[in-house]
């Protein structure tokens, strides 16, 4: 699955695309331009303008009308080899498949391969966090490489040993993992990993998201649903309420106003609001008005800001340019006592310094940051 704008993607296994505008109140099929018989999606992404999808041994596909018609764009891809995962950073795209990580600069009008490091080519997962991109490979662990030149290292210590990598996610400092032996984390950017599975048991997780400060993961077997944490992975809960006896969810993706799942109930998906399934600390332990330095800084294209009211007030959170103008508001509201996170997303920005300023009454604190595509 993912989310752009108001548009909720899924990928099925035999029926193509489906794309809902209402939250998933209807969804409706569109195939147009893809392969006519067994369209199983193998993977979904998109940006501002444009979807991404993969078909299973049929390739590569584009589409800029919002899913209504698709092109295929396999030039330097190899023929009739499976996808496995597809991640994008601005205009740069990059997918794995069997024959291992290939890279475009131009939304996918061409890619070439970039498996210099890769001692197994058989990529199944791909994560972008910050300035730097992850595989997963299928035997031999975990790589990792700057965006900017691709070059792979291996960045295994203490990772499980039985099982690969799965998916990805950032907040706060710290690079998640889910393997198919828990959540594994990192604060010192995949030099080393330490256990996050206390409540976990061990599953199998097949996705994580970043809701709100909360951690979500995804549990693929029979017994598992979705679990979150409230405390950066250190704890875990399951929030199941609703979902069948035995729920295998396969993906979280969430919008501003909905958490979605799929998987459950024979493939199907299932929502819940944002608000039904977040935390908001406790508005007593918060005394600091603070301004935290964005992560990840640099960025390419969203950054998250986290910052801290001790007191009900008017907030305003505003993002300027290096010459003092105002280039976007991201906050402009009476706010309750307590800790906030906001995404600031530059792709329609030019790449240079920005300054992010935080004001309630007569409190004011600026930082700095810097966008590079």
């Known amino acids: 699955m993912a989310v752009c704008g108001s548009s909720v993607i ?7 695309v489906f794309i809902s505008t209402d939250n998933g109140a209807t969804w409706t099929q569109s195939n147009n331009g893809l392969p006519s018989n067994n369209v199983e999606v193998s993977a979904i992404a998109c940006d501002a303008s444009t979807f991404y999808t993969a078909i299973k041994y049929n390739g590569f596909y584009i589409s800029t009308d919002g899913g209504a018609n698709w092109t295929a764009s396999n030039n330097g891809l190899p023929n009739s080899s499976f996808v496995f995962s ?4 601005g205009d740069d795209l990059f997918l794995s498949k069997e024959e291992g990580v290939f890279h475009s600069s131009d939304k996918g009008a061409n890619w070439s391969a970039v498996n210099t ?3 197994d080519l058989s990529v199944r997962t791909l994560g972008i966090v910050g300035q730097n991109i992850f595989a997963a490979t299928y035997s031999d662990g975990l790589y990792m490489s700057p965006l900017n030149s691709i070059s792979w290292s291996k960045v295994n210590d203490c990772l499980p040993a039985n099982g690969f990598v799965r998916c990805f996610a950032n907040i706060s400092d710290k690079i998640f993992v889910g393997t198919e ?7 010192n950017n995949g030099v080393s990993w330490s256990s996050a599975n206390n409540g976990m048991e061990g599953f199998i997780i097949s996705s994580l998201a970043v809701i709100a400060n909360n951690l979500f993961a995804a549990i693929a077997s029979n017994d598992g649903g979705v679990m979150s944490s409230e405390d950066l992975g250190n704890n875990w809960k399951f929030i199941n309420d609703g979902f069948p006896v035995y729920p ?4 979280i993706v969430a919008n501003e106003s909905y958490i979605y799942v799929s998987g459950p109930d024979n493939g199907s998906v299932w929502s819940r609001t944002i608000d039904q399934v977040t935390f908001v600390e406790d508005v007593n332990i918060q005394t600091d008005f603070r301004l935290s330095q964005n992560y990840p800084n640099p960025f390419n294209p969203a950054t998250t800001i986290n ?3 001790p007191k009900d007030s008017f907030v305003t959170l505003k993002i300027f340019n290096l010459q003092g103008e105002e280039a976007v508001t991201l906050v402009k509201e009476k706010l309750s006592a307590g800790n906030y996170s906001k995404i600031f997303n530059a792709e329609k920005f030019s790449s240079g310094i920005y300054y992010y300023t935080l004001t309630s009454g007569n409190n004011r604190i600026t930082n700095k940051m810097i966008f590079l595509k």
Not at 86 to 89: A, E, H
Not at 248 to 251: A, F, K
């Open 86 to 89: 597809l991640v994008i950073n």
């Open 248 to 251: 295998y969810v396969n993906d």
């Open 10 to 16: 899924v990928g099925s296994q035999n029926g193509g």
């Open 117 to 119: 490091g890769l001692t």
């Open 307 to 309: 910052f801290s009211i």
């Open 181 to 187: 032996d828990g959540v594994y984390y990192s604060d």
